[in-house]
């Protein structure tokens, strides 16, 4: 029997065919997480106690950047952009190993200020903070961005209008990480103009490497 879907995201067990490790420990709600490599590594974040805070866990992040390093190669070349900073742990991440530029867009005030304030105790001059809403600021932005950060809060139930936004602001050729709470179909993707490079699980988080499909 196949699984219920709802939007595009299947309810369920994760597919088979999984194009990546299985992780069974799940993001931490709170505390800190650590930058994992590049010239901060071992750099702790604070995480505040805040409701559909949900940073992505230092193992999924190890994870992702380990595919991203094959696929992308030179980090230095790269202009990201996370939707969702929340504590920044993926756009510091992305920084941390060389990154040109990365735009962090953060809703929450308190959690925008947290983040100028590591930027500036980093001196990550490749850091920009937007305090703004993710989509509407998104909208106003170029078509630069060779990878996109998706981890917008599971109750908002908005990642098939945050990957919209994002494919408007993708470079060509880039790449957009995802993070849902349940496993983002191949069919649903190919809907959207998109292709699964990679994809895991980690407790009940789903993630996923996106690209534009070839025509």
């Known amino acids: 029997m196949r699984a219920k879907k709802e939007n595009g995201f299947a309810s369920g067990k994760a597919p088979k065919r999984s194009q990546g490790p299985s992780l069974s420990t799940a ?19 604070a995480v505040p106690d805040k409701p559909g805070l949900r940073p992505s866990g230092d193992r999924v992040r190890e994870t992702v950047f380990n595919w991203l390093g094959h696929l992308v190669g030179d ?12 504590s920044g742990a993926l756009g510091f991440e992305l920084a941390s190993r060389g990154s040109r530029r990365v735009v962090l867009i953060e809703r929450d005030a308190q959690l925008a200020r947290a983040l100028r304030a590591l930027k ?20 106003r932005l170029p078509a630069e961005f060779d990878l ?11 990642e098939a209008k945050a990957l919209t936004a994002a494919i408007k602001v993708l470079a060509p050729d880039g790449l957009i990480y995802l993070e849902s709470p349940a496993v983002f179909s191949a069919e649903a993707a190919a809907a959207a103009g998109l292709e699964i490079v990679r994809q895991g699980q980690a407790g009940r988080v789903a993630f996923h490497l996106l690209r534009c499909a070839k025509p």
């Not at 980093?122 to 600021?137: H, N, P, R, S, T």
């Open 120 to 139: 500036d105790k980093l001196k990550a001059d490749a850091i920009e903070v937007m305090q703004a809403d993710a989509l509407a600021a998104a909208a």
């Open 148 to 158: 996109i950060f998706l981890d917008p809060p599971f109750a908002a139930g908005i």
């Open 75 to 86: 980090f230095g070349a790269v202009r990201g952009l996370d939707m969702f900073a929340g």
């Open 27 to 45: 993001p931490r709600p709170a505390g800190q997480v650590r930058i994992i490599g590049g010239q901060w590594k071992r750099t702790p974040i």
